[in-house]
Structures are given as structure tokens and as C-alpha cells.
């Protein structure tokens, strides 16, 4: 049953064992949650966002009782967790039958019922996380995997390949006209974002990437205005040759850049992303990143992680080395969805997340590395430790002096 918010942060009891809000986070990612009647969908569509999971562009996702934003993946009955509806009318988690909490939804929205003066459905061109971003998950294709080397991990990236191995068209990209019509919509009509990722698949051409999105952001700011985002852009992009090419997406109006690392152990970042490793290389990846810290300040670099694909010691090492050089490591939580990874399908147990929460905290708050967003993301962990990191560190002090 729930125990209630002791402190910052909700705890729960699970088999016998007290978790805390982010932990519970971790387990829903990595297990999915089974939601066996479509009455959740019935009684909580009309007034919450909440969509069928098999709807295009669905990304749902639950707030835990301290605002924990957790994205949930229908897993079926093979996960412990279900979702259901109380006597009481209000929606509740349980595990193995057993009542955890009660949760809740964010608020109904009309976002995804929106075309483009072109025709696109939003749907197919951005999704809503959390309770204030707006995220363009893929806007133009990843030529890695069409290459035949999508990473591992990344379901796009191997639809993608899959397309493209049948010799089938690809769904059509938005133009930047597009871009800034779903922003508009959803900064100024419907005032549902504050903070703004754009990112797409990785490219040969990184300078016409970083062109297209330095493109994007101008036609944002022509139609809805980058002043009227209250919090932050953030801009993913391909590590190009020349450092400087990334200037281009500042000059356009970005707040930061990511070039995502996403394994620190290199042997294995060889293997789980034959694509990043072959075509553009730590090397270009790590220039990129410190040209952006060194020109334009601490903060502005950033790199996801997908964590729970490479020991614990190698990915600390790697967010200690960054966050020291004014990078922001941005930890993803991997969601295995049946997957195999190196030919694992299972993610590892909370002892491991835990290192990396506690570690991440300590890192964060030495370097004072700000992650973007404000009330954090479904799958990532990098807001809710920043959030909470002087809780995490006042309770790992505790259990080191046995207090």
C-alpha cells in the first residue's frame, strides 16, 4: 500500500520492501503496466490524456502522487502492474494485486485531434510528455539505419531499417512550416508547453542537418514566437566534422544542443550503436560536445544515456567526465518492450538504478549541472534527480553513517 509523502518524495511498499517515487518510476518503465479493462480508457479519455495505446502517436503517461511524471507501455498481463479503477472512481496502480497507489492523469487535451494547414495530423510529427514539453521525436530519417546499423535499443531506428531492407516507403517528414504550426498550437492556443526538444534520426550530412533545424527554429520563431517558450529549447543533432557547424542552431535560437553519447564504455557503445560508432565516432561526438561547452557556456552541451545497457562504474565515469567539462548527462532508462540488447531482454534490478540515481545526484550537485525541463520526463531520470538530488544525497548519507 502506499505510505504516503514521508518527505519530498511519495514512498510505496512493494513485496515487502519501502520504494521511493523515482524507483517506482524505474520498475514501470523497465516492466510496463497491464491495463486490462478498456473502462480506464472509457472513463478517463474524455477528461485526461489518456489514449489507447495502439492510437498513432500515443505516448501516455501517469503522475505518481508528488507529480512524478512515469511513461507507461502496455506490457499485458506478463507485468506485475495493473491499473484500475476503485470504488472510489479514482484510477490506482497495483502489483501482483496489491493495492500501491492511487495515480493520475494529465489533463484532457485536443492536441492530438490537430492537422497542419498541410494536412499532417500532429500525431505524426510531435508528442506531448509530462505536464509541459512538447517533443518532435523524429523529424527526418535516421540514414544510419537505413544503412543497416540503427542502435540496438531504438524502435524507430529499426522500423526504419526494416522499411528500407522490404524496400517500402517511410512515413512522410514535416517541413518546418509544419514544425512551427504543432509549436504555435501548442505554446500560444493551447498553452501546453513550455519546453520544446526537436531531434530526428542521425545523418551523413550533419551540416544539412544542423541547417534543417537551424531552419525549424526560425520558422518557430516567425509563427509563435521563441520568446513565448518560457522555458528552454533543447536541439538534438548529429556530431558533425567541424565542431562550429552547431553554431548555426544557436545563431537560430536554440537554449542548448545534445549530441547523444548514449553508451560510455566503448567496446560496447561499438556494439549496441554500430551506426554511431562507425559513421561518426566518440571522438567527433566528445569535440562536438566540448566546443559547444567551451563557446557558449556550462549547461548548454548535453548527452543521453541509456542506462541499464553497461555497468554502472563505466556510465558514472562517463557523467563525471562531462558534467566536469560543463556537459549535462541526460540518463535514459532503458525500456526493454521485449527487445533484445546483446541478446538481453531483461533490464537490471534496482540496486543498479539506484548507484546511478545516487551517483548521478552527487555529480549533479558538484558540478551544479542543471538538466532542462522543470517537472521531469516519462523515461528519463536527469530532472527528477536535480529535483530531488539533496533528498537522494541527504538519505544515501544516512545509510552510509547508519543513521
Request: one cysteine or more; hydrophobic letters at 35%.
Amino acid at each position: 500500500m502506499g505510505l504516503g509523502c514521508k518527505t519530498m518524495l511519495c514512498t510505496y511498499r512493494i513485496n515487502g520492501e519501502e520504494i521511493d517515487s523515482l524507483e517506482l518510476k524505474i520498475l514501470l518503465i523497465n516492466k510496463g503496466v497491464d491495463i486490462p479493462s478498456d473502462e480506464v480508457y472509457e472513463r478517463f479519455s474524455n477528461t485526461h490524456r489518456l489514449s489507447s495505446f495502439m492510437a498513432p502517436g500515443a505516448c501516455n503517461c501517469l503522475l505518481l502522487p508528488d507529480n512524478t511524471v512515469v511513461h507507461i507501455w502496455n506490457a499485458g498481463p506478463r507485468s506485475p502492474f495493473t491499473i484500475g479503477i476503485a470504488e472510489s472512481g479514482n484510477v490506482y496502480l497495483a502489483y501482483d494485486g496489491r493495492f500501491v497507489t492511487e495515480v493520475d492523469f494529465p489533463p484532457k487535451t485536443r492536441f492530438y485531434e490537430q492537422y497542419t494547414s498541410k494536412g499532417m495530423p500532429f500525431s505524426m510529427i510531435a508528442v506531448l510528455q509530462g505536464l509541459d514539453v512538447l517533443s518532435f521525436p523524429y523529424l527526418w530519417p535516421c540514414e544510419y539505419a537505413r544503412s543497416g546499423f540503427s542502435c540496438q535499443f531504438c524502435y524507430t531506428g529499426a522500423y526504419t531499417e526494416e522499411l528500407t531492407r522490404e524496400g517500402k516507403p517511410g512515413l512522410p517528414f514535416p517541413k518546418p512550416q509544419d514544425v512551427a504550426e504543432v509549436v504555435n498550437y501548442a505554446v500560444n492556443t493551447e498553452k501546453l508547453a513550455s519546453y520544446i526538444q526537436i531531434t530526428g534520426g542521425s545523418t551523413m550530412n550533419t551540416r544539412a542537418e544542423c541547417h534543417l533545424v537551424a531552419d525549424m527554429l526560425r520558422a518557430i520563431d516567425d509563427l509563435a514566437g521563441l520568446d513565448n517558450i518560457s522555458g528552454e529549447v533543447l536541439v538534438y543533432t548529429s556530431p558533425p566534422p567541424d565542431p562550429a557547424v552547431v553554431d548555426e542552431v544557436f545563431q537560430a535560437g536554440t537554449d542548448r544542443v545534445a549530441c547523444d553519447m548514449e553508451i560510455w564504455d566503448e567496446e560496447l557503445f561499438k556494439r549496441i550503436c554500430p551506426g554511431k560508432a562507425r559513421f561518426a565516432g566518440r571522438e567527433r561526438q566528445l569535440n562536438t560536445l566540448l566546443h559547444i561547452a567551451e563557446r557558449y557556456g556550462r549547461n548548454k552541451a548535453c548527452s543521453a544515456f541509456v542506462i541499464g545497457l553497461e555497468p554502472v562504474e563505466s556510465f558514472l565515469s562517463g557523467a563525471e567526465y562531462l558534467a566536469s567539462r560543463g556537459i549535462v548527462p541526460l540518463p535514459s532508462i532503458w525500456m526493454p518492450m521485449g527487445k533484445a540488447v546483446l541478446g538481453v531482454t531483461e533490464a537490471p534490478g534496482l540496486p543498479y538504478y539506484r548507484q546511478v540515481r545516487d551517483g548521478l545526484a552527487e555529480i549533479y550537485e558538484r558540478h551544479q549541472c542543471e538538466p532542462p525541463g522543470s517537472t521531469g520526463f516519462n523515461v528519463c531520470l536527469c530532472r527528477d534527480t536535480w529535483n530531488n538530488r539533496n533528498e537522494i544525497l541527504r538519505r544515501k548519507r544516512c545509510c552510509t553513517e547508519g543513521t
